[in-house]
């Protein structure tokens, strides 16, 4: 089995990555989207969203990293994927799901589930521009406006050549309402010979071996799941117990000491409140405290609000 993090836009940044990796055994990360619209990417661009390139595109503890694209013109995906593995990365990953309606508006991310040939002529362009040692992969919902055309894109994207295909099992409509629709991630699994990564609704180690159970998958991706308990992968993969409230608040504590090192402090704030939609799930002491730290908009006033907790745990 291997449990893969998936691409979560505005939430598993390189700082996210190199925590959640630190405490489990993920065989894969992909990044956050690297927005391609009609030209070559500078190379800062491609540091920005994955600075691990310069770590070999690996985080520190030696997980390894896969760049992300999106976009919509076949040429313009191919030069800038060249260009990152060129840079660093082990592979790429091309995004036919994000549902965003500023990304849908521009002709990308999910709405392109609505153009099958144009998906293939993506992923072709891709295969072809990228050495064959390097894993060409995509992601893909179960369609836009609904799931009818989940297998056409499926296909399409297995006939480019592509070396493994992520399935999240909601259309664009979906959003994230449960529930995932794992029999349509079955079906494509038994019907095209490429590997194919299971995802959705996945929260713990029941949920991971149901999702293998129905989908025939052996692989699985993990996304909201891995924030709302943090060693969900460890979880999964070992008999290790998942993580005390106490745990997780030294973690996010550790995350916000690095956030304020890297210079970052303004954005802390937002980062540690979003944090929490997720960890309400699973703790519900985050429950309580959400409401007590929700009310404040600056750095010191979060820390100091954690910083009490913690010691209050300690007693």
Known sequence: MRVILAPMEG?????????LSSINPYDLIVTEFVRVVDCLLPEKVFLKTCPELLQGGKTLSGTPVRMQLLGQHPQAMADNALRAVELGS?????????PAKIVNRSNGGAILLKDPQRVNQIVSAVRKAVPDEFPVTAKIRLGYEDKSMYL?????????????????????????????????????????????IANGEIWNKSDALRCIEATGCPDIMVGRGAISLPNLAEVIKTDKLAFTWSQTLDLMLSYTECEIKGQKSTYLPS??????????????????????????KTTEEIVAILKIAQLELEK
């Open 90 to 98: 082990p592979g790429i990953d091309l995004n036919f799901g994000c």
């Open 152 to 196: 056409e894109n499926a296909i399409a994207i297995n006939d480019a050549g592509a070396s493994e295909l992520a399935v999240h099992a909601r259309s664009k409509v979906d959003g994230y309402k449960p529930p995932a629709y794992w029999d349509y991630i079955a079906d494509i699994n038994a019907k095209l010979p490429l590997p194919v």
């Open 271 to 296: 980062r540690i409140k979003q944090w929490f939609s997720y960890l309400n799930r699973q703790y519900p002491e985050a429950k309580e405290l959400f409401r007590e730290l929700r009310i404040f």
């Open 11 to 19: 939430v598993v940044d390189g700082l996210m990555r190199e925590i």
